[in-house]
């Protein structure tokens, strides 16, 4: 699909958020570009309907290569949610415009994550056994229904995944309730009603008094503000809480 100027933002930007939109920049004098055209087009081709080739003539709009930095061609650019997601510079074999093609389109198993029922997360995790997201968002659901050890065997299959860690030593927690720890129910129900704060506040609380179940109690914490993500400002003041308590 050739694009121009007049057509750039519809065709590329706006359409680049319902799939990604793969832009080569080129020009007919350009030997390099004539010999990659062919290899975008069959990637493109291969993956109908999950990606889309557009072609720019950057000697026709001067104004898009100047807007897009292409100081060398061929340039190409893939475009996702309305920005540049990924590029390159200079003819590419077929190889490589085929990994970068790829790493631009979801995997089975990313689609069937997303999707999200029992079934589609199993199967994702037959195609892809170590797929953390599929693997805790399965266990969540067995946990839910009291199928704690299915659950465990999961989450220790994605060693070193804080989330993941973090649920599985609620299951431990819930397994074997403490006596002085009477926070941890609130705690918990907060947490299943995505009042994060609350939850954090009550788990961390907890901490002076969980004597055997404090790394527990810690990973817990750990498991949420990892999820939270650095940005969440409930989390930056939650590790300064959980720093003050551990140490």
């Known amino acids: 699909m050739e694009v121009t100027e007049s057509n750039f933002q ?68 893939a475009f996702g949610d309305g920005r540049v997601l990924a590029e390159f510079v200079g003819a590419q074999p077929p190889a490589a415009v085929e990994r970068f093609f790829d790493s631009l389109v979801p995997s089975e198993a990313e689609g069937l994550v997303a999707k999200g029922d029992e079934e589609s997360l199993r199967r994702a995790l037959e195609l892809e056994p170590g797929r953390a997201d599929a693997s805790l968002a399965l ?46 129910p609130a ?33 817990v914490v750990v498991g949420v503000l990892d999820e939270l993500g650095v940005a969440s400002p409930v989390a930056r003041e939650a590790r300064r809480k959980l720093a003050s308590a551990l140490y």
Do not use: M
Not at 25 to 31: R, V
Not at 158 to 179: H, K, M
């Open 10 to 77: 519809s065709a590329v930007i706006e359409r680049s958020h319902e799939l990604p939109v793969v832009v080569d920049f080129w020009a007919q004098w350009c030997g390099p570009c004539r010999a990659l055209g062919p290899v975008l087009e069959r990637a493109a081709w291969q993956r109908a309907g999950k990606v889309e080739l557009a072609k720019v003539d950057v000697d026709a709009n001067q104004a898009l290569a100047r807007t897009y930095q292409v100081q060398g061609i061929p340039a190409v650019k």
């Open 139 to 184: 266990a969540r659901r067995l946990r839910a229904r009291g199928e704690n050890d299915e659950a465990l065997a999961l989450l220790q299959r994605v060693p070193g995944n804080f989330a993941a860690d973090g649920l599985a030593a609620r299951i431990e927690l819930e397994r074997t309730p403490s006596a002085d720890l009477p926070e941890l």
């Open 187 to 219: 705690a918990f129900e907060a947490l299943d009603a995505g009042e994060h704060q609350r939850a954090l506040d009550l788990l961390i609380g907890a901490l002076p008094s969980a004597d055997g179940a404090r790394d527990e109690v810690r990973r």
